[in-house]
């Protein structure tokens, strides 16, 4: 059939519709602009900057320990691992070695933080493709998490317990008992998530098959995390540049090769296994010691370049900090992981239909405060 | 007059007598729409409460429970507050058609509860084409859905209006074979013999094999039909946002709410007139009371409906084209099987008859 | 004969999905997870390292432990505390001395970070777990932290 082009970019028969910026499934105020043939996906193009607030900005007048505070508001799912990230970095620079304890309370800490952000991110999954009782079963467990980490760090989203040289205070006498009771309980319930959901015959036919991406594309559209090991490429930080206490615990890098949605799906519900399993590990010999080392009042990175990669449940976060040898850093940059993430939406949306957008959006498993910083 | 309107013989009688017969007749019948109407209301409003609680105890929650005891004057209040609120609508919107669309939901949903046998003679409109009536009647509810997709200007409500005709034409197929499976064992349309039928036992058993194919064929057909969960692509809250009826507020919004549960219920009610022999008690346990008939129909077409909130609030939902593929590849090829298998039945004589 | 198979093994999958809900359905009349939140009040604890909001504890003298020494108004990230201070003759000592006239603390503001009190070296400040701090005219929400009157406590500056 001849098609008459009204423009340049549209054929007749396409047409465009704007999804979000208040959309059930953009997940906060993701702008899509799509261009659509029937119910077939022909161009996603995102649109960003709802959620702006110059974090980055606000960083280069901040002093180093009050940066901390704001990297809770980027990825806030996973604020404890950002926390660290930028910690990392300025006790990097100073060359600081903290003790041991603090090395594996932030260990733990980071584990049990991708666990609940896998878990939301498993509820808010089975919404996307309409079935609505996970979000209530994956809240269930989350619950404990964040309850865990309330009577630890007074907070249950923000939680703002990393200071650089160490954390803000010990941890609660009762966190490690409720961290093995929430072991014990979560371990009965993972299985239910699969006979609940991943089994399930709909959702397997929704996720096998689409939103393909292949190795070489997770690699040049700088794919990490779940996403990028969904292809097939072995991309996790935790493996190749150990940090904390990853270095001392024995897991498995959770890889897929099939790069489709439920290749994904299954990277991340692997991860939750593996997170457990470091938790188990460490949970029993938390070395004794302090929980931070003395720094200066008003903390000076040297003059110079210092930059510190971690692996936040959505993929690798780098922070780039240049210092002038001032109180501020002179530039603060974040690779942030959801960015590159959403970049490569339009590649494994197109030729899709509507539902094959969510579904594999809902896999990149997005966080918009992530993307916009 | 030739309807059969006998819910009470005796006002029937009373009103005859009192005034000439087109008056009486023109009386009897507005009665009986005010109290199909009241029926519609009713049965509206427990089953938006009803589904509520069934989820929230699906979903580890409690479910409405502020207004009244247990919440159960909730979707009272839910309504009134609709009644209140402003119309709103999109400015290019075509005015009549958007304005018509929830009463052609809504008109229909009530023309189909007029001939379900709720109980003995308390049947508003028995007519001796039965399911074929239903069967149309309910496939012109979806022209309410594609007015009141097309005619909002919005395009997320317009791919649901066509998505809801995509569906609705396909599963109707599916939803006709398999009721006309279990005609083969009848021989009739007409819902009350239908029922006198099922005294020997309910179709069910009386169809065994070929006939549990039918209901669940029937069931899953009937989801889509009502656009419920997991074939709820009409409205798709991820996909769409609400779907057809994202530009409707207010009471037009709650018409369309309403019809959705009324038309669930009707779908579970055919299910329970065709395959679970409708008012009559099992082993005929009340058979000396009729009158309990309307208890047995309701607990039949209550568990069916409690199966239909059971699948919306475990299953995702599927595709569109998937939708397709389970209806043109998968039960329809297994419906034309079993209503061969069910003619071999009968013709045999293999069915189980008490 | 993958067709019939497909769809036996389709259904099952489909029913012990169901058996899953199914399972929380009949133990749901033990009222689920759910928290009926304005009707719990008098059961619900905070935790006690919880940041509802930061408050200045007095003692029974009306005297507080605040000196004045501004760690917190610089330690926090986005101007949430302020510190009205003077210079003072202390009545014992007679050498002029810092004491504070008011400490601001602009609750809408605060991002409950907890860097100001883990900057006080003098403890004077800390959290406090309520945890309902809505109000109608946002004015309220600028506090001072210190009551009207109060003193700084003998023996902290030392």
């Given at each position: 059939m001849e098609t008459t082009t009204i423009n340049n970019n549209f054929k007749s028969e396409e047409y465009f519709i704007n999804m979000g910026p208040q959309h059930p499934a953009t997940h906060g105020v993701l702008r899509l602009l799509l261009t659509i043939d029937g119910e077939t996906i022909k161009k996603v193009e995102p649109d960003l900057g709802y959620i702006h607030r110059s974090i980055e900005k606000m960083c280069e007048r901040d002093s180093y320990q009050q940066i901390v505070h704001l990297t809770d508001r980027m990825d806030y799912l996973s604020s404890n691992i950002n926390n660290e990230a930028v910690c990392l970095a300025v006790e990097n620079a100073l060359q600081i070695e903290v003790p041991e304890r603090v090395k594996v309370i932030r260990t733990i800490i980071g584990e049990l933080t991708r666990i609940a952000s896998h878990n939301l991110w498993w509820g808010v999954m089975g919404m996307d493709v309409g079935a609505l009782t996970t979000y209530f079963y994956a809240f269930r467990d989350r619950e404990m998490i964040n309850d865990i980490f309330e009577e630890t760090c007074g907070a249950r989203l923000t939680m703002n317990y990393n200071i650089p040289g160490g954390l803000m205070f010990d941890i609660h006498p009762n966190f490690v008992k409720r961290v093995k009771e929430f072991i014990t309980h979560f371990k009965t319930k993972l299985p239910e998530y699969d006979t609940l959901l991943t089994n399930n015959v709909i959702f397997q036919k929704r996720m096998r098959g689409v939103g393909m991406l292949s190795k070489e594309d997770a690699i040049s559209y700088g794919a990490s995390g779940p996403v990028g090991r969904g292809s097939g490429y072995s991309c996790d930080v935790r493996k190749l540049h150990p940090y904390s206490a990853l270095d001392k615990v024995t897991f498995n890098?959770?890889?897929?090769?099939?790069?489709?949605?439920?290749?994904?799906?299954?990277?991340?519900?692997?991860?939750?296994?593996?997170?457990?399993?470091?938790?188990?590990?460490?949970?029993?010999?938390?070395?004794?010691?302090?929980?931070?080392?003395?720094?200066?009042?008003?903390?000076?990175?040297?003059?110079?370049?210092?930059?510190q990669k971690v692996e936040t449940a959505r993929g690798e976060l780098g922070v780039y900090i240049i210092s002038t040898g001032t109180k501020n850093p002179y530039r603060l940059k974040f690779r942030s992981p959801g960015f590159s993430n959403l970049s490569l939406l339009n590649h494994i949306a197109v030729g899709g239909k509507i539902g094959d957008l969510v579904a594999s959006m809902a896999t990149l498993d997005l966080v918009i405060p992530d993307i916009d910083r | 007059m030739n309807l059969s309107l006998s819910i009470t013989k005796n006002i029937h009688d009373w009103l005859f007598n009192m005034m000439p017969e087109t008056l009486a007749s023109l009386v009897e019948m507005t009665l009986i729409a005010l109290i199909y109407l009241t029926i519609f209301a009713v049965i509206g409003l427990f089953l938006v409460l009803l589904e509520r609680k069934v989820a929230a105890w699906f979903q580890l929650r409690i479910g409405p429970n502020r207004v009244g005891y247990h919440g159960i004057l909730q979707t009272m209040a839910d309504a009134l507050k609709l009644v209140s609120k402003e119309l709103t609508g999109t400015v290019n919107a075509d005015k009549f058609l958007y304005n018509l669309a929830p009463y052609f939901v809504i008109i229909t949903a009530l023309m189909a509860l007029a001939v379900l046998p709720f109980s003995l003679e308390f049947q508003a409109f028995d007519i001796n084409i039965g399911i074929f009536f239903l069967i149309a009647i309910s496939s012109i509810g979806v022209i309410g859905i594609l007015l009141a997709g097309w005619s909002s200007n919005n395009k997320f409500a317009l791919?649901?209006?066509?998505?809801?005709?995509?569906?609705?034409?396909?599963?109707?197929?599916?939803?006709?074979?398999?009721?006309?499976?279990?005609?083969?064992?009848?021989?009739?349309?007409?819902?009350?013999?239908?029922?006198?039928?099922?005294?020997?036992?309910?179709?069910?058993?009386?169809?065994?094999?070929?006939?549990?194919?039918?209901?669940?064929?029937?069931?899953?057909?009937?989801?889509?039909?009502?656009?419920?969960?997991?074939?709820?692509?009409?409205?798709?809250?991820?996909?769409?946002?609400?779907?057809?009826?994202?530009?409707?507020?207010?009471?037009?919004?709650?018409?369309?709410?309403?019809?959705?549960f009324v038309n669930m219920f009707i779908i579970a009610s055919i299910a329970t007139t065709i395959f679970f022999g409708a008012w009559l008690s099992p082993f005929g346990i009340t058979e000396s009371l009729p009158w309990l008939g309307v208890f047995w129909f309701l607990g039949k077409t209550l568990i069916l409906m409690f199966l239909m909130m059971w699948f919306r609030w475990t299953f995702p939902r599927l595709r569109i084209d998937q939708l397709l593929t389970l209806?043109?590849?998968?039960?329809?090829?297994?419906?034309?099987?079993?209503?061969?298998?069910?003619?071999?039945?009968?013709w045999l004589n293999l069915t189980i008859q008490f | 004969m993958s067709y019939f198979s497909d769809i036996y093994k389709g259904i099952k999958t489909l029913l012990t999905g169901m058996s899953v809900t199914g399972k929380y359905f009949l133990h749901s009349q033990k009222g689920g997870i759910t928290q009926q939140y304005p009707d719990n009040r008098e059961t619900l604890k905070m935790f006690e390292r919880f940041r509802g909001e930061v408050v200045m504890p007095h003692d029974v003298n009306n005297q507080h432990r605040c000196t004045g020494c501004q760690k917190c108004e610089l330690a926090c990230p986005n101007g949430t505390i302020e510190i009205i201070w003077d210079r003072q003759v202390d009545p014992e000592t007679g050498k002029k001395k810092k004491l504070i006239e008011k400490h601001i603390y602009h609750l809408g503001m605060c991002t409950m970070c907890g860097l100001c009190i883990e900057a006080c070296p003098t403890d004077a400040i800390k959290w406090a777990q309520n945890y309902e701090n809505s109000v109608y005219d946002r004015t309220t929400l600028t506090r001072v932290l210190n009551k009207p009157g109060s003193k700084l406590m003998p023996g902290v500056e030392d």
């Open positions: 890098e959770a890889l897929r090769t099939e790069g489709d949605s439920f290749a994904r799906y299954e990277v991340r519900i692997q991860e939750m296994w593996e997170s457990m399993a470091i938790v188990e590990q460490l949970i029993d010999n938390i070395p004794e010691g302090d929980y931070q080392v003395e720094t200066n009042a008003v903390i000076k990175l040297p003059k110079g370049e210092f930059y | 791919i649901g209006a066509m998505r809801s005709g995509v569906q609705t034409i396909s599963y109707e197929l599916s939803v006709g074979l398999s009721l006309l499976t279990m005609i083969l064992i009848t021989g009739t349309l007409q819902l009350s013999e239908i029922v006198e039928v099922q005294r020997n036992g309910w179709l069910i058993v009386q169809g065994h094999i070929p006939a549990v194919f039918a209901f669940m064929i029937y069931m899953i057909s009937g989801t889509a039909e009502t656009n419920r969960a997991p074939f709820d692509l009409v409205e798709a809250e991820s996909e769409l946002g609400a779907g057809f009826h994202t530009e409707y507020s207010g009471m037009k919004f709650a018409y369309f709410f309403l019809a959705e209806e043109w590849k998968y039960l329809l090829p297994l419906n034309l099987m079993n209503i061969v298998l069910m003619a071999l039945i009968v | -």
